[in-house]
């Protein structure tokens, strides 16, 4: 890229090196704009008659080019790209969603000289119309060996960022006491309810049990058979393990503790089990508070029909102290 001063006439199609304004201190163009025919006699009717331009040489490509081959490329469900002044374009969500962050991903292509990309925090819940991520680019050009780079890395290893969107996220609830189910369920009911509404979930069918295996194990098999998003085992106690009155009714239907212990506080002691495709969460004092917990970070891309990991679960040990 190189930098000219040229007569305003010659100056159709050039991008901009500094922003002009008019003489009281409003901007009139900025700088990376294109100039077009319009803009000339804009231009021409505030007196001037040069202007500083630059000029892309050959195995260069543009800004607005580039970030747009790569907003294109590193993203993929419910989500819009928006071209910016300055070489940037935004993502945003078009619908209520869970975003997903390749993290290492991330990193490798931050790496480049040419493209930087900043996203949302991995399972996010996002409303429709909020920005998930921004790409810039170097200023008014990226040199187009650079861009062939990132877009090969892209191509072979799949989208940085993806927008899931939450849709008939129905939950079920089993509320649990060793002496009185209903105790529990009056007791976490309201804080429940809510945060499965605040990331776009919605009640299906809630149960009370005491907590023993059969109680427990008939009520989760009862929640199973409304085919919800995910079911919660709301309970008054706190789990030694999959080896509790919970973890033992759980491996009576044939479900599979995915993980046992969270690198998050609060939260350390959730259990996620799966029982085939449904996710099922034990989060001892976790339903009661409404505070952020761990519930906050798994529950978004569960209701997004997101199957989370056990070792995504212990990849949250950074950020993970949550107050």
């Known amino acids: 890229m190189r930098a000219l001063t040229l007569d305003i006439q010659q100056s159709a199609g050039r991008i901009l090196c500094c922003t002009i304004f008019r003489p009281g201190g409003r901007k009139l163009l ?5 100039l077009s025919d319009e803009d000339i006699r804009l231009l021409q009717g505030e007196g001037m008659r040069q202007v500083w331009v630059t000029e892309l040489e050959e195995g260069e490509i543009g800004e607005d080019e580039a970030v747009m081959s790569v907003a294109e490329a590193m993203c993929c ?7 910016a002044a300055g070489g940037r374009a935004n993502l945003v969500a078009t619908s209520d969603c869970c975003v997903l962050v390749d993290d290492d991903l991330l990193r490798q292509i931050n790496c480049t000289s040419s493209i930087v990309i900043a996203t949302v925090s991995s399972y996010r819940h996002v409303k429709a119309g909020e920005r998930v991520a921004t790409i810039k680019s170097a200023p008014f050009a990226v040199a187009q060996a650079q861009l ?3 877009l090969s890395i892209l191509q072979e290893r799949g989208a940085i960022l993806q927008a899931r969107p939450i849709a008939e996220a129905g939950v079920g609830v089993l509320y649990t006491d060793p002496v009185h189910g209903e105790r529990a369920r009056t007791l976490f009911e309201n804080v429940v309810r809510t945060r499965i509404e605040r990331f776009g979930g919605h009640l299906r069918y809630a149960l009370s049990a005491v907590e023993d295996e ?7 098999q009862h929640l199973l058979r409304t085919k919800p998003a995910a079911i919660l085992i709301a309970s008054t106690t706190a789990p030694a393990g999959p080896e509790d009155v919970v973890g033992r009714a759980l491996a009576g239907l044939g479900a599979n503790v995915e993980r046992f212990l969270a690198p998050v506080e609060p939260g350390n002691l959730m259990m996620l089990s799966y029982k085939d495709d449904t996710p099922i969460v034990s989060a001892p004092c976790c339903f009661r508070s409404t ?7 798994i529950l ?4 997004a029909k997101y199957r989370i990991s056990g070792w995504e679960i212990a990849c949250l040990g950074h950020g993970g102290l949550l107050n």
Request: aromatic share 4%; net charge neutral.
């Open 30 to 34: 900025a700088k990376g704009h294109v």
């Open 77 to 83: 469900g419910c989500v819009e790209i928006r071209l």
């Open 148 to 150: 062939e780079a990132v």
């Open 214 to 220: 059969e109680n427990v194990a008939r009520s989760v």
């Open 291 to 297: 505070k952020p917990n761990v519930l906050d970070l």
């Open 300 to 303: 978004p891309p569960m209701f």
